[in-house]
């Protein structure tokens, strides 16, 4: 297995699909992700577009389905959901379908749409997502971050290197073997130091402090950095839409 990080959905290679593929948003998008399908979420349903999430929302049953829109770290007006994994609470989100727009994490599941296996992580599954991709044997994977409207995110990239770290542990061999370019290798280091502190690294990224300017997201943040937290994976079934594994 061949592993490759890219920092953003622009940075990813322009033609063809690795054999499996992750994308991370872990303030907030795929943390939500997770939490939500593990609080009983029939499914989540991911656009980069908010016409057509709002095409796709009323084509489904009204009590059957949640809104869930954020840019810019805060919720959209009108939409039953932001982006905060405590929100998607089991008496809300229960066999409920979440069709979900935000502002960076779902144009990587976007982008990756293609890929043959599609899984969503963030640093609350990312052992679960390791032993999923050892399950799998793809000879390449693509690890794509979400960033920050094109721009790198340091939150990210501790998550694409907390799935090395485990890929390694669990699957055994070498970082050079695994490490199919620098920014896996430099996600790796990043991930060594500050594996013990996770919550204090996701305050100090850029997107960390724009959440601590919105308002009080003491929660939100040792939720996204509470490292292992679940065993389930978000897994793309059919295009654009994800389901628990």
């Known amino acids: 297995m061949r592993l490759f990080f890219f920092h953003t959905p622009e940075r990813a290679p322009n033609s063809g699909m690795a054999d499996a593929a992750v994308a991370i948003d872990v303030l907030r998008a795929t943390t939500t992700m997770a939490w939500s399908l593990q609080n009983g979420a029939e499914a989540i349903q991911a656009f980069a577009d908010l016409e057509?999430?709002?095409?796709?929302?009323?084509?489904?049953?009204?009590?059957?389905?949640?809104?869930?829109?954020?840019?810019?770290?805060?919720?959209?007006?009108?939409?039953?959901?932001?982006?905060?994994?405590?929100?998607?609470?089991?008496?809300?989100?229960?066999?409920?379908?979440?069709?979900?727009?935000?502002?960076?994490?779902?144009?990587?599941?976007?982008?990756?749409?293609?890929?043959?296996?599609?899984?969503?992580?963030?640093?609350?599954?990312?052992?679960?997502?390791?032993?999923?991709?050892?399950?799998?044997?793809?000879?390449?994977?693509?690890?794509?971050?979400?960033?920050?409207?094109?721009?790198?995110?340091?939150?990210?990239?501790?998550?694409?290197?907390?799935?090395?770290?485990?890929?390694?542990?669990?699957?055994?061999?070498?970082?050079?073997?695994?490490a199919g370019n620098d920014e896996a290798a430099a996600a790796h280091a990043l991930w060594q130091h500050w594996q013990h502190a996770p919550e204090q690294a996701l305050r100090l990224a850029s997107h960390g402090q724009r959440l601590q300017r919105l308002g009080n997201h003491d929660a939100d943040f040792a939720c996204c950095a509470a490292v292992d937290s679940l065993a389930l994976v978000p897994l793309q079934t059919e295009p654009g839409v994800l389901r628990a594994s």
């Open 52 to 178: 057509e999430l709002d095409a796709a929302a009323r084509a489904w049953p009204a009590d059957r389905r949640l809104r869930a829109g954020e840019r810019g770290g805060a919720r959209l007006e009108g939409f039953e959901l932001g982006n905060s994994p405590l929100a998607v609470t089991p008496e809300l989100v229960g066999g409920k379908r979440i069709f979900m727009s935000t502002t960076n994490g779902t144009r990587s599941l976007d982008r990756l749409r293609s890929a043959p296996l599609l899984l969503a992580a963030a640093l609350v599954n990312r052992a679960a997502v390791a032993q999923r991709l050892l399950q799998a044997q793809p000879a390449t994977v693509w690890v794509l971050g979400s960033g920050w409207e094109g721009d790198y995110s340091l939150e990210d990239s501790l998550a694409a290197g907390a799935i090395v770290a485990a890929l390694l542990e669990q699957g055994g061999g070498s970082l050079e073997d695994l």
